[in-house]
């Protein structure tokens, strides 16, 4: 978790910025532009509309990383939103992370994977890339994944392994932010505890032989910011496993909320806002816009403001407390 | 669930082929012939490998296909292992599904998503494909796929939609297969029961609205193999959902552990096999091919005996119980 925590530090700001792209959230100008060029140049018809979302979501991006680069550490796209165009989407996902990474920022790929330990080490692959006969490929371009731990360890050793070979991380789900997940995570143990906290004893012990220069390992956690007093909780009980911190703003998490899951000195978490940041320009809509530039200028000026607010929300938060 | 129970009807077996290809499982001259040729056509040096790989695994899935589609109802491609490959595997998988279906396949595949609502709306895309401008477009050629349901309900309703829109299927995590599951799965509860129990529960109720013509609903349940007594039980407990059952040779399962997690009829129940079958030359390899077509022949024929063997063994445990 070193570089990651190396990026907060200098950038004064424990926040990163979701790339979740959805068609509502892109200006429709810019696909209709993408539209009419892969119409020239994709045969395929059927496909002309996944590649006009795909290189829309990339133009997209790269406004926003532009936007950001130098005032945030770290940028988490979704891979969902990718996969729900199919291959040209992976496309753009992995061109974003690549991006991103040539920008400097950390790139977190959320992608949740989990499985058996054989498949697990397979989709490992994401932090470990390919070692191919005329040399080491890194396909992926992530510095760090969220995975699902309803397997158990077998099938989070590979991604710690692979973490660790290729100085990466990876993030464990132990409480998420979305409204239903107390049906599982808050089912009361025999012990005693939730479900959720016997993950989170689960998810500290793994990460136990990584830990690094500043004192956080290399397997950290999902706590959601709709969950204050659980994360306070957390914080305590796992003082060596980094937060990623979903579901501030347009989730309903605020930044009192959240300072809980921080350390003493401020280290400890950071906190993601996607739509709060990338569709900060919905809010402040012109009525048209000329071109597919005039919107990507429009979205990245929205892009930063949003940003600079969520820092400086969470520094005084934090300082104040 | 209807259209996968005809088509065990139809084939009178219960068993889906995994097709999992990893290098170790795909004969090295397939994929020699292969870099020759993608060293033609791929310019990007660095990508070479990845690409002779992907065909591989795609020439290699398309000679077992052929060998079995008139004996097996279904296959499950593990995404994990294409998506080991970057999108140059996420292609193979996808025309792997393709081509699977325009075999008469049912494709099941086992993608293990799971994330809060509005993501899983994202990735349910596997499933409902995309609403495109010019038309509809399924990208992913998938019948059914997995889900991991830590998240909750609303992780999982858009799946659930996804299939009751589209006549597809979607199989929910409950009690996997692999040795350290029982870390999280059989966690003891304050109501007495095991964690995995409780998920049933829910599972069970998710799909009650979707229940189908055979009587069991479009969510089913994975119940590992080398769960026997845990599987008989869920059975009795959730007559209306149909289980996958992984682990079956290769991790252990045999037969008769898999006999109890069937109905009274015979049905209820699928179980997948892998390296059992795609690794099946492995056990009888020649000292050598002459060419790739001679080991995709000899793949083929010991993939065919491996998955009448499977279906003969199933066959008789079923009827001898």
Redesign the interface.
């Known amino acids: 978790m070193d570089r990651l925590i190396a990026a907060i530090e200098q950038t004064q700001n424990p926040s990163v910025v979701g790339l979740?792209p959805?068609p509502a959230l892109v200006p429709s100008i810019i696909v209709d532009e993408m539209?009419e060029e892969v119409e020239q140049e994709v045969d395929a018809?059927?496909?002309?509309?996944?590649a006009a979302y795909a290189i829309a979501y990339l133009e997209f991006n790269r406004a926003i990383i532009d936007a950001v680069a130098d005032i945030v550490p770290a940028v988490k796209p979704?891979i969902?939103?990718y996969?729900?165009?199919?291959?040209a989407g992976?496309?753009a996902y992995?061109m974003t992370c690549e991006y991103a990474q040539s920008k400097g920022l950390y790139v977190l790929g959320d992608i949740?994977?989990?499985?058996?330990?054989s498949?697990?080490a397979?989709?490992a692959?994401?932090l470990a890339g390919?070692g191919?006969?005329?040399?080491h490929?890194d396909?992926?371009h992530e510095d760090a994944i969220t995975i699902?731990?309803?397997?158990?360890?077998?099938?989070v050793e590979p991604f710690i392994n692979a973490a660790n070979a290729h100085d990466r991380d990876v993030f464990a789900?132990v409480r998420?932010?979305?409204?239903?997940?107390?049906?599982?995570?808050e089912?009361?143990?025999?012990?005693?505890m939730h479900?959720y906290e016997?993950?989170a004893g689960?998810v500290g012990e793994w990460g136990n032989s990584s830990i690094g220069e500043y004192g956080y390992s290399r397997l950290g956690a999902v706590v959601g910011a709709t969950h204050p007093e659980q994360g306070q909780a957390l914080r305590a009980r796992m003082p060596h496993t980094f937060f990623l911190v979903p579901g501030y703003g347009a989730q309903g998490g605020t930044a009192a909320d959240v300072v809980g899951m921080f350390d003493t000195q401020g280290s400890g978490a950071i906190v993601n806002s996607s739509r709060g940041i990338i569709g900060a320009w919905k809010k402040q809509e012109p009525t048209s816009y000329m071109s597919a530039q005039d919107a990507l200028d429009h979205v990245a000026v929205c892009a930063r403001k949003a940003a600079c607010a969520m820092r400086d929300d969470l520094q005084s938060a934090l300082a104040e407390r």
């Open positions: 979740d959805t539209r018809e059927q496909e002309h509309e996944l979704q969902a939103m996969e729900a165009l199919g291959a992976l496309d992995t949740k994977r989990g499985d058996i330990g498949t697990a397979a989709y692959a994401h390919f191919a006969h005329s040399g490929v396909m992926w699902n731990p309803y397997l158990g360890s077998d099938g789900l998420t932010s979305n409204p239903s997940s107390a049906q599982i995570q089912v009361e143990l025999a012990s005693g479900l016997h993950i689960l």
